[in-house]
């Protein structure tokens, strides 16, 4: 559907509608639970993948590895990664939850050299290094009444759910082998998420849901159509481009989401001159990623 545009633009797509979804997300995740919003995010997804693939039309095959691989993707990518960062938005902010799962270009990066035997230049690992660079210092606290009111335990989550991510980017690479269709593969993995999530309820306690605001309900399902759209463009990306080029500018969303959690959430998130310098820096290694 869309392999005629070129992954690294497809990545930069991708970026930009996923900042715009994690704005709607950052607006629900504190107005439901974590759980309830993993769950809708989970509904929303699975049906747009399949929705894609309809309009995308049947594949001629579809051999039943590609079809665990995609699951295996499902359960790293939207089942545990989806519900780490969601966690960890909630417990340490967006902005901070985000730059923190930026580590996810350092496992998929390790993970195309030596397994995927991907080539790597200087250019590359020099971009690379950049925006880690500016990321941290995006992720700069400005007083010491803000981080001691932030458990150094929950950066885990954001950082457990950058290498969730990543094992998601290897297996799909694995994937689209078998079954070159990125919206078949959306599909599958956001509804083996989806069916795990349903299976957890029974053992769920009933607060777990918890009330259902109608703003914050708005919220998700904004978000999750939005963040459904950027998938299909981001597996488009992962499937005809190296995982060192478009993981890399994919995450380019963060300079997006920090000016837009200032503009909205100003009590949590503020916008200093590290965040520029930073801002400035990411978006001069993304330049040599891409070039």
């Keep these: 559907m869309l392999d005629s ?3 690294n633009l497809l990545a930069l797509i991708a970026a930009s509608l996923v900042s715009v979804a994690r704005i709607f997300q950052r607006y629900a995740v504190v107005r439901l639970s974590t759980f309830a919003t ?9 049906i747009a993948g399949w929705f894609f693939y309809w309009l995308e039309g049947p594949v001629e095959r579809m051999p039943l590895a590609g079809v665990l691989i995609f699951m295996a993707m499902g359960i790293f990518g939207a089942g545990i990664g989806r519900y780490l960062y969601l966690s960890g938005i909630r417990l340490v902010g ?6 923190i799962s930026q580590t996810v270009m350092i496992w ?3 993970f195309a050299v030596f397994i995927l035997d991907e080539k790597i230049t200087g250019w590359i690992i020099l971009g690379t290094l950049a925006i880690m660079l500016g990321a941290s210092f995006l992720v700069y606290k400005e007083t010491e009444e803000i981080r001691q009111r932030i458990h150094l335990s929950y950066y885990l989550f954001p950082a457990l759910s950058a290498l969730s991510y990543a094992l998601a980017h290897l297996t799909a690479k694995y994937a689209f082998i078998y079954i070159s269709s990125a919206a078949l593969g959306m599909a599958i993995a956001n509804t083996t ?4 999530l349903l299976c957890v309820i029974p053992f769920k306690k009933s607060a777990a849901l918890g009330a259902i605001e109608s703003k914050g309900l708005l919220a998700i399902l904004i978000g999750s159509t939005l963040q459904a759209c950027g998938i ?4 488009s990306s992962v499937k005809t481009g190296d995982l060192t080029q478009v993981i890399p500018l994919s995450r380019l969303s963060l300079l997006v989401i920090i000016f837009l959690s200032w503009l909205f959430f100003r009590e949590q998130e503020s916008i200093t001159w590290r965040v520029v310098a930073g801002g400035v820096i990411a978006l001069g290694g993304a330049w040599a990623v891409a070039g």
């Design 232 to 235: 299909l463009v981001f597996w």
């Design 38 to 46: 993993s769950l809708i995010m989970g509904t929303i997804t699975a």
């Design 5 to 7: 545009i070129h992954p």
């Design 193 to 196: 998420s989806l069916i795990i």
């Design 94 to 99: 967006l902005a901070r939850s985000t730059v």
């Design 108 to 110: 998929s990066a390790s």
